[in-house]
């Protein structure tokens, strides 16, 4: 089965720290992604990487930066948190493959808030 | 915005089978309809996908009627772990296209 593992499920942080959330996944996908999910808002998408040390913007990617160094590990990254950054993060990976027929994984997800 | 129609919530008895309608009439020839669910305070997890055939696998079916523009997910014996958010989600474009999710509709299995 596929392994989608988010740092932590639950996380407290202060208005300005910078905060890190880290995903890995065990099945070798080249793709990994970063949404976040809103009450009322459906999930977002901030940051997707389809490569090592390659990404690309989402909807919503301001405020936020990612790193992809490693293949199995893709980091969220927010610089100077902010109280409507208090929400609950989902990392998902998938094959990249050929046409739209490669299903996304996702972890757990991490409910974050800023104070 | 997401490219399909649910209904907001739906009831179903345990042990019966659950059949969950999702409209995507604009739908075009090279989208895929894929099938995830939510369960309270866990990520999404993903159930089924097709193209235009009806597919079958451990956890769900899916009917895919022949024009494309509406399918149906059967849960066929429901039971109290199935209560979650299930999305229906038409995706095209190559491996790495995000997923876009609308509100799906809220499943409440009764015992």
């Known amino acids: 089965d596929v392994k989608v593992t988010q740092s932590s499920r639950y996380l407290v942080k202060r208005t300005g720290e910078k905060v890190f959330l880290e995903c890995v996944q065990d099945m070798d996908h080249e793709n990994m992604f970063w949404y976040r999910q809103d009450p009322g808002l459906g999930l977002r998408l901030i940051y997707f990487s389809y490569d090592v040390k390659m990404k690309e913007k989402g909807d919503i990617p301001e405020g936020y930066s990612v790193s992809r160094e490693k293949k199995e590990r893709f980091s969220l990254i927010l610089e100077s948190a902010s109280t409507n950054q208090t929400s609950m993060y989902l990392c998902?990976?998938?094959?990249?493959?050929?046409?739209?027929?490669?299903?996304?994984?996702f972890g757990d997800g991490t409910r974050l808030s800023i104070l | 915005d997401a490219k399909t129609t649910q209904p907001p919530s739906m009831d179903c008895a345990e042990g019966r089978a659950a059949n969950l309608p999702c409209n995507h009439s604009t739908i075009s020839g090279n989208e895929y309809v894929y099938w995830y669910r939510q369960i309270h305070s866990q990520g999404p997890q993903y159930i089924i996908h097709?193209?235009?055939n009806n597919e079958t696998n451990e956890m769900a079916s899916l009917i895919i009627t022949e024009d494309r523009k509406s399918s149906t997910l059967i849960l066929p014996h429901a039971t109290l772990r199935d209560t979650a958010v299930y999305y229906c989600?038409?995706?095209?474009?190559?491996?790495?296209?995000?997923?876009?999710f609308g509100k799906g509709t809220r499943l409440s299995v009764i015992a």
């Open positions: 998902a990976s998938s094959f990249l493959g050929q046409g739209p027929h490669q299903p996304q994984h």
């Open positions: 989600i038409v995706r095209g474009g190559s491996g790495n296209t995000p997923l876009v």
């Open positions: 097709g193209l235009k």
